[in-house]
């Protein structure tokens, strides 16, 4: 459980370094994490995360890990997933 402190520093530099959005490619002129795993997004794929049919599975899994004291949890992964106009895959 946990990371050594110099790869959370690696981590921390990489998130503030970052000029493209890991999954659309965009610019992040405002950054955040993804629910699912470690990617830094910008705001309209974190608005998309958000309209996820699993994005409230995501969000429990972070809460407990936080209340479990694991403060680098990883996400729960992000899987592809089925919509009404076909297979999403991010």
């Known amino acids: 459980m946990g990371m050594r402190i110099d790869?959370?520093?690696?981590k921390e530099d990489d998130f503030l370094k970052k000029?493209?959005?890991?999954?659309?490619g965009?610019?992040?002129?405002?950054?955040?994490m993804s629910m699912f795993?470690?990617?830094?997004?910008c705001s309209d794929c974190k608005r998309a995360e958000r309209?996820?049919?699993d994005y409230g599975e995501a969000l429990e899994a972070e809460r407990a890990?936080?209340?479990a004291?694991?403060?680098n949890f990883a996400g729960i992964g992000l899987?592809?997933?089925?919509?009404?106009?076909?297979?999403?895959?991010?």
């Open 19 to 24: 000029t493209k959005c890991d999954r659309c």
């Open 65 to 67: 890990a936080v209340a």
């Open 7 to 10: 790869e959370r520093k690696r």
């Open 69 to 71: 004291g694991d403060r």
């Open 37 to 41: 795993n470690m990617d830094v997004i």
């Open 51 to 53: 309209e996820r049919p």
């Open 79 to 90: 899987k592809p997933i089925e919509t009404v106009v076909g297979r999403l895959e991010e």
């Open 26 to 32: 965009g610019p992040l002129t405002v950054r955040t």
